[in-house]
């Protein structure tokens, strides 16, 4: 007990950070979803009378569907854009660190500017894209503006901004694999699909699963993008789960009803954090078992 | 986590959903009101001290510096009151709003948009101020229909400070290069597109008129448009959507031909305010609908010129949405920081000449003085305030002789009940016309219409 009483010290101060800025507000955020307030008059019980308000209003179908479209899209674009740049860049043998450097820039921009620049480049007129467009003769799209073509416009903003930080995890995972597999591999005559395939993705499968978790977790949790490009439109074509939940709190003044759809949200993404920390503790135990 | 773990999150939030459906209350201490004792005047040896919100920010020196002097020539009248200035920006933030309430951080007399006052009243965050306003001089003046946006119940929560109307803000330079009389600006819907139409030939991604699509702007300026026509939001019993008229499909339809059949609304949409105002400071579009305030915040934060602007009333003439912004009361206030506030608000917002109508002041420091906004007086102290703002103007008021002329005849309409919540319906209408060129009409504003029923109805 004397030994750990530093341990302990650092636990308890750990603890309570998590106790005052996490469990806290998702305790109250829980109690919330179940009550009428507007935290200066009286506080009311009312039972699932927010969840019903929530389930019937006509946009609550939408923003799940935009949601899970968002996030199928963004796991496509963003789960693989981020590996393959990864594997090119550890195939690089010039100009490694400077590259590294261009692909990780877009993190480093406060995501209000990122979204900005890319309200310039989807603009239907002068826009930067539609320009491409006409240089090559091909037609323009009207980008945000349409509601066919939105949610991918968004999706396109995620992934450039998000897209750094995968490629690094990518690119440390992928230089903790033995390089003597990849010779052996070239001595039995294995090109470079092959040796992906049956190399590099084998071993790097438990960091390719937690980023895939990760991701799901990060993208359904979508509101900077559909909040500063499009405010939800055109007709909720983008509007998001937690956009929806910002117009209920924030706009509409009802913060009973975004708290319960918060916890509708909450248990969803429970369910793939509890998927996350089983494949960290496998990830765990299989390294543990190798030592 | 095992599936067990899960299985009991699960039937913990069940188990409290039904706890919580038992109805229990609970209540914040709050002061319901005064006594009858508390209707005497401030006894002016009684210390004081109050917070007020909106000082403009530091980056407005103008402005802050005659905020500030005001607050100083008050005090020199009232010593046993302190005031307190509260600068933010913007001076109301309905995001954070109820968190400042709830945190103790709101001011005593805190800012408020009009359209948020009846829910603020609805929500009982803000002090009933009804005992305490007979000793306002103008009081008896001001326009009933701004006074009873802070009514409730029959209870009085706030007092206006300014007033708008709606009208077409349009671009002088850009009519004269269409060919088009700058002082003769569209009367119609029907003239507005003509013009549209002629000011987006010039090219060189100049565009005729715009309007906002996000961001719940495009509800709000439907709305506008609705009144325009003569049309509704909702019925006056406030209980069911009134929108899907032949005025509602007028607007549509309208808006419909200038975004594809004319062409002279640009391509890119989903425009909030934002995006606008440089679009008109920059000389690339026409017209578009504003209050009058917009010109000095074109000039000033995107370098527009005075002289370039000119204002006309509301196209068809048939009504306008009003709005504005006012002061209520934090119901934590004590019975003296409400006379001593009312004082305040009295000497700086409901004085002609004085405070934020000391147009002289404000000439001599190069602030706007002229522009056309409807008066929050009615009677003497309208006239009074309309004559010194005359006196003073230093802005090209002929540029707005068509808004002074026509607005007063035209209908003034308050914003929709849920109004938020109804735009929100509403935006999706109005982009996706905007960016459909095969958008419905019909099958929008009817399930346009299903939607704001439900809002209505669940409305508290």
Same mark, same amino acid.
């Given at each position: 007990?004397?030994?750990?009483?530093?341990?302990?010290?650092?636990?308890?101060?750990?603890?309570?950070?998590?106790?005052?800025?996490?469990?806290?507000?998702?305790?109250?955020?829980?109690?919330?979803?179940?009550?009428?307030?507007?935290?200066?008059?009286?506080?009311?019980?009312?039972?699932?009378?927010?969840?019903?308000?929530?389930?019937?209003?006509?946009?609550?179908?939408?923003?799940?569907?935009?949601?899970?479209?968002?996030?199928?899209?963004? /796991?496509?674009?963003?789960?693989?854009?981020?590996?393959?740049?990864?594997?090119?860049? $550890?195939?690089?043998?010039?100009?490694?660190?400077?590259?590294?450097?261009?692909?990780?820039?877009?993190?480093?921009?406060?995501?209000?500017?990122?979204?900005?620049?890319?309200?310039?480049?989807? $603009?239907?007129?002068?826009?930067?894209? $539609?320009?491409?467009?006409?240089?090559?003769?091909?037609?323009?799209?009207?980008?945000?503006?349409?509601?066919?073509?939105?949610?991918?416009?968004?999706?396109?903003?995620?992934?450039?901004?998000?897209?750094?930080?995968?490629?690094?995890?990518?690119?440390?995972?992928?230089?903790?694999?033995?390089?003597?597999?990849?010779?052996?591999?070239?001595?039995?005559?294995?090109?470079?699909?092959?040796?992906?395939?049956?190399?590099?993705?084998?071993?790097?499968?438990?960091?390719?699963?937690?980023?895939?978790? /990760?991701?799901?977790?990060?993208?359904?949790?979508?509101?900077?993008?559909?909040?500063?490009?499009?405010?939800?439109?055109?007709?909720?074509?983008?509007?998001?789960?937690?956009?929806?939940?910002?117009?209920?709190?924030?706009?509409?003044?009802?913060?009973?009803?975004?708290?319960?759809?918060?916890?509708?949200?909450?248990?969803?993404?429970?369910?793939?954090?509890?998927?996350?920390?089983?494949?960290?503790?496998?990830?765990?135990?299989?390294?543990?078992?190798?030592? | 986590?095992?599936?067990?773990?899960?299985?009991?999150?699960?039937?913990?939030?069940?188990?409290?959903?039904?706890?919580?459906?038992?109805?229990?209350?609970?209540?914040?201490?709050?002061?319901?009101?005064?006594?009858?004792? *508390?209707?005497?005047?401030?006894?002016?040896?009684?210390?004081?001290?109050?917070?007020?919100?909106?000082?403009?920010?530091?980056?407005?020196?103008?402005?802050?510096?005659?905020?500030?002097?005001?607050?100083?020539?008050?005090?020199?009248?009232?010593?046993?009151?302190?005031?307190?200035?509260?600068?933010?920006?913007?001076?109301?933030?309905?995001?954070?709003?109820?968190?400042?309430?709830?945190?103790?951080?709101?001011?005593?007399?805190?800012?408020?948009?009009?359209?948020?006052?009846?829910?603020?009243?609805?929500?009982?965050? @803000?002090?009933?101020?009804?005992?305490?306003?007979?000793?306002?001089?103008?009081?008896?003046?001001?326009?009933?229909?701004?006074?009873?946006?802070?009514?409730?119940?029959?209870?009085?929560?706030?007092?206006?400070?300014?007033?708008?109307?709606?009208?077409?803000?349009?671009?002088?330079?850009?009519?004269?290069?269409?060919?088009?009389?700058?002082?003769?600006?569209?009367?119609?819907?029907?003239?507005?597109?003509?013009?549209?139409?002629?000011?987006?030939?010039?090219? *060189?991604?100049?565009?005729?008129?715009?309007?906002?699509?996000?961001?719940?702007?495009?509800?709000?300026?439907?709305?506008?448009?609705?009144?325009?026509?003569?049309?509704?939001?909702?019925?006056?019993?406030?209980?069911?959507? @009134?929108?899907?008229?032949?005025?509602?499909?007028?607007?549509?339809?309208?808006?419909?031909?200038?975004?594809?059949?004319?062409?002279?609304?640009?391509?890119?949409?989903?425009?909030?305010?934002?995006?606008?105002?440089?679009?008109?400071?920059?000389?690339?579009?026409?017209?578009?609908?504003?209050?009058?305030?917009?010109?000095?915040?074109?000039?000033?934060?995107?370098?527009?010129?005075?002289?370039?602007?000119?204002?006309?009333?509301?196209?068809?003439?048939?009504?306008?949405?009003?709005?504005?912004?006012?002061?209520?009361?934090?119901?934590?206030?004590?019975?003296?920081?409400?006379?001593?506030?009312?004082?305040?608000?009295?000497?700086?917002?409901?004085?002609?000449?004085?405070?934020?109508?000391?147009?002289?002041?404000?000439?001599?420091?190069?602030?706007?003085?002229?522009?056309?906004?409807?008066?929050?007086?009615?009677?003497?102290?309208?006239?009074?305030?309309?004559?010194?703002?005359?006196?003073?103007?230093?802005?090209?008021?002929?540029?707005?002789?068509?808004?002074?002329?026509?607005?007063?005849?035209?209908?003034?309409?308050?914003?929709?009940?849920? @109004?938020?919540?109804?735009?929100?319906?509403?935006?999706?209408?109005?982009?996706?016309?905007?960016?459909?060129?095969?958008?419905?009409?019909?099958?929008?504003?009817?399930? @346009?219409?299903?939607?704001?029923?439900?809002?209505?109805?669940?409305?508290?």
């Amino acid at each position: 007990m004397q030994r750990n009483l530093t341990a302990y010290g650092f636990l308890c101060a750990a603890l309570v950070c998590f106790a005052v800025f996490s469990w806290y507000p998702i305790v109250r955020e829980v109690i919330l979803s179940f009550q009428k307030t507007n935290f200066v008059g009286d506080t009311k019980w009312v039972g699932l009378k927010n969840f019903h308000r929530v389930i019937e209003d006509p946009s609550f179908s939408a923003a799940w569907k935009n949601t899970a479209i968002f996030t199928l899209l963004a /796991l496509i674009c963003g789960y693989a854009v981020p590996f393959v740049t990864a594997l090119l860049l $550890n195939e690089l043998r010039h100009a490694r660190g400077y590259l590294r450097f261009v692909v990780y820039l877009p993190v480093m921009l406060p995501p209000a500017v990122s979204v900005l620049l890319f309200k310039w480049f989807y $603009n239907p007129g002068p826009g930067l894209f $539609n320009e491409i467009l006409r240089f090559v003769h091909l037609p323009t799209l009207a980008w945000l503006d349409s509601g066919k073509t939105a949610l991918i416009s968004l999706v396109i903003v995620a992934t450039w901004t998000n897209m750094g930080s995968g490629t690094l995890i990518y690119l440390a995972a992928l230089q903790t694999v033995p390089a003597e597999l990849y010779e052996a591999a070239e001595l039995d005559g294995a090109g470079l699909l092959r040796r992906i395939r049956h190399i590099t993705i084998p071993q790097t499968k438990l960091i390719l699963l937690v980023m895939l978790l /990760l991701q799901i977790i990060a993208t359904m949790q979508v509101f900077i993008e559909p909040f500063l490009l499009t405010g939800g439109g055109p007709d909720n074509a983008t509007v998001s789960v937690v956009y929806l939940m910002y117009q209920y709190a924030f706009n509409f003044n009802n913060f009973g009803s975004g708290g319960a759809l918060g916890l509708m949200l909450m248990l969803v993404l429970v369910i793939f954090s509890a998927v996350y920390l089983r494949l960290s503790r496998d990830d765990r135990d299989g390294r543990a078992a190798r030592v | 986590m095992k599936a067990r773990h899960l299985a009991v999150l699960v039937a913990g939030v069940t188990a409290l959903a039904n706890v919580a459906a038992c109805g229990t209350s609970s209540s914040n201490d709050n002061d319901k009101g005064s006594k009858a004792a *508390n209707i005497a005047p401030l006894d002016p040896n009684t210390k004081v001290s109050i917070t007020v919100g909106c000082q403009p920010p530091k980056s407005s020196k103008v402005l802050r510096t005659e905020w500030n002097n005001d607050v100083t020539a008050f005090q020199q009248l009232h010593p046993n009151i302190t005031i307190v200035s509260k600068d933010a920006f913007p001076c109301e933030d309905p995001k954070t709003f109820t968190a400042k309430l709830a945190g103790g951080q709101m001011e005593n007399v805190y800012y408020v948009y009009l359209t948020d006052a009846k829910n603020i009243i609805a929500n009982g965050q @803000a002090a009933d101020i009804t005992k305490y306003v007979s000793g306002v001089k103008n009081y008896g003046s001001l326009q009933p229909q701004l006074l009873n946006v802070f009514k409730g119940g029959g209870k009085l929560y706030g007092l206006p400070k300014t007033n708008y109307s709606m009208g077409l803000l349009y671009n002088r330079k850009l009519f004269q290069q269409a060919g088009l009389n700058p002082d003769q600006p569209p009367t119609t819907w029907a003239e507005v597109q003509a013009d549209a139409k002629k000011i987006s030939a010039l090219g *060189n991604g100049i565009v005729g008129y715009a309007d906002y699509s996000a961001g719940n702007q495009g509800g709000w300026h439907f709305t506008a448009e609705m009144y325009s026509q003569g049309g509704d939001i909702v019925t006056p019993d406030g209980k069911k959507a @009134a929108f899907n008229s032949p005025q509602g499909h007028a607007v549509l339809q309208n808006l419909q031909q200038m975004r594809w059949t004319d062409n002279s609304m640009g391509a890119k949409q989903l425009l909030q305010i934002a995006d606008v105002q440089p679009m008109m400071a920059s000389g690339k579009l026409g017209m578009y609908l504003s209050a009058p305030d917009n010109i000095p915040t074109i000039k000033d934060q995107f370098q527009g010129k005075f002289e370039d602007y000119g204002l006309a009333p509301m196209p068809n003439g048939q009504g306008t949405l009003i709005g504005g912004d006012g002061y209520m009361f934090n119901p934590k206030s004590s019975p003296d920081q409400i006379k001593a506030g009312i004082l305040w608000l009295e000497f700086e917002n409901l004085t002609p000449g004085k405070g934020q109508f000391d147009w002289a002041q404000k000439k001599i420091d190069k602030q706007p003085v002229g522009l056309p906004q409807p008066n929050i007086f009615t009677g003497a102290p309208a006239a009074e305030e309309l004559q010194i703002r005359k006196q003073n103007s230093n802005l090209p008021v002929d540029n707005y002789k068509a808004f002074a002329d026509g607005d007063p005849k035209v209908k003034y309409r308050l914003e929709p009940p849920q @109004a938020q919540q109804i735009y929100a319906v509403l935006d999706g209408v109005v982009s996706s016309v905007l960016t459909n060129r095969n958008a419905d009409v019909n099958s929008l504003l009817s399930k @346009a219409e299903t939607k704001v029923n439900g809002i209505l109805a669940n409305a508290e």
